[in-house]
């Protein structure tokens, strides 16, 4: 599926997981320099900061759900 079909829900885990991709591409190495960006001090915060507000806004929105629609199941990790 395309953007225009996308639920806001499913935008918000396409960029979690894309940001977490990052986030692993980025990851240092055995020397302790990042492979991408070939630096010690690699700053790819703001994939971090895409996950922790992700993760923020699904917590609102399971929070303002009513009580008799959520579902009794465990949530995926």
Request: one cysteine or more; aromatic letters at 2%.
């Amino acid at each position: 599926m395309t953007a225009p079909f996308l639920s806001l829900a499913q935008i918000r885990n396409r960029l979690a997981l894309t940001a977490r991709q990052i986030l692993r591409d980025h990851e240092p190495g055995a020397d302790g320099r990042c492979p991408i960006c070939r630096t010690s001090g690699c700053t790819v915060a703001a994939a971090r900061d895409v996950i922790d507000t992700a993760e923020e806004a699904q917590q609102r929105s399971a929070a303002a759900q009513p009580a008799g629609s959520r579902l009794n199941r465990p949530r995926p990790s």
